[in-house]
Nanobody, 121 residues
Framework: QVQLVESGGGLVQAGGSLRLSCVASGSIFSINAMAWYRQAPGKQRELVAT???????NYADSVKGRFTISRDNAKNTVYLQMNSLKPEDTAVYRC???????????????WGPGTQVTVSS
C-alpha cells in the first residue's frame, strides 16, 4: 500500500505565506509525476501545480508567480510554497502522485486526504 499525507496547512492573513508538504510512504518503487490540487466549498477541484520526476513544472494561471512546487525524490516528498496568499486561495489542498509500487507494476494515482488552507482578508 501507498500512503500520501499532507501537512502545513492553516490560517493565514492575506499576503502571507504557507508551505505545504506531502510525504509518500509504503510500497514504492518509483514516483513519476506529483501534483497539488485544491477544492473550495461549492467549487470544482482545480489543478494547482504539477512536477515531473525530472523537475519540470506547470502551474495554474491563478497561482503563477506566487506558488512554487518542488520535490525531494530521496524523501518521496513534494512541496508547495505559497506566497502572496489571497482569500480566493482558501481551499482544501490535496497532493497526488503517480506511483509504481513494484518494479513490474505500472504507475497508479494515489491521493492524500488533504490539508485546509484558509486565507483571511
Amino acid at each position: 500500500q501507498v500512503q500520501l499525507v499532507e501537512s502545513g496547512g492553516g490560517l493565514v492573513q492575506a499576503g502571507g505565506s504557507l508551505r505545504l508538504s506531502c510525504v509518500a510512504s509504503g510500497s514504492i518503487f518509483s514516483i513519476n509525476a506529483m501534483a497539488w490540487y485544491r477544492q473550495a466549498p461549492g467549487k470544482q477541484r482545480e489543478l494547482v501545480a504539477t512536477i515531473t520526476s525530472g523537475g519540470s513544472t506547470n502551474y495554474a494561471d491563478s497561482v503563477k508567480g506566487r506558488f512554487t512546487i518542488s520535490r525531494d525524490n530521496a524523501k518521496n516528498t513534494v512541496y508547495l510554497q505559497m506566497n502572496s496568499l489571497k482569500p480566493e486561495d482558501t481551499a482544501v489542498y490535496r497532493c497526488n502522485a503517480d506511483v509504481a509500487p513494484y518494479s513490474w507494476s505500472k504507475d497508479l494515482p494515489y491521493w492524500g486526504p488533504g490539508t485546509q488552507v484558509t486565507v483571511s482578508s
